[in-house]
């Protein structure tokens, strides 16, 4: 089974980690990357620029329209993504459970749903 694993973080604990702290995140992230690699567990992973950065896309009546930063005022804001693939459910919660950032921010778990056209 695939799993979107979507990394949030808070809007209060952000900038609060020193250089060190968040050097050490970041090349935790690296290793844990590797590992799930080597196991071939992660289709991919990213991190994401700040919901500054964000743009809301909408075409209605053939018209594109875009709204700047993330969809609703939140105190969280998805910072990154792993794509993996576990047996199951469980298999993917041991996955999120290494991943580093969930020691500072939360992630969450989506099973990824395959679309099929009729035959």
């Known amino acids: 089974m695939r799993f979107v694993c979507l990394i ?7 900038g609060t980690l020193s250089q060190a702290e968040g050097d050490e995140l970041v090349r935790a992230h690296f290793q844990y990357d590797e590992e799930l690699e080597r196991k071939g567990i992660m289709i ?8 500054d950065s964000a743009s809301v896309l909408r075409v209605r009546h053939g018209i594109l ?11 969280e804001h ?4 792993y794509i993996i693939e576990a047996a199951d459910l469980e298999d993917a919660r041991n ?5 580093p950032s969930v020691r500072v921010g939360a992630v969450e ?4 749903r ?4 009729p035959q």
Do not use: F, M, Q
């Open 8 to 14: 949030y973080n808070s809007a209060d604990t952000d």
């Open 44 to 51: 991919h992973s990213d991190a994401l620029e700040g919901p």
């Open 65 to 75: 329209s875009s709204t700047d930063g993330p969809y609703v005022e939140t105190k």
């Open 78 to 81: 998805l910072a990154g993504i």
């Open 95 to 99: 996955v999120v459970a290494g991943i």
């Open 109 to 112: 778990l989506r099973p990824v």
């Open 114 to 117: 395959l679309l099929t056209l």
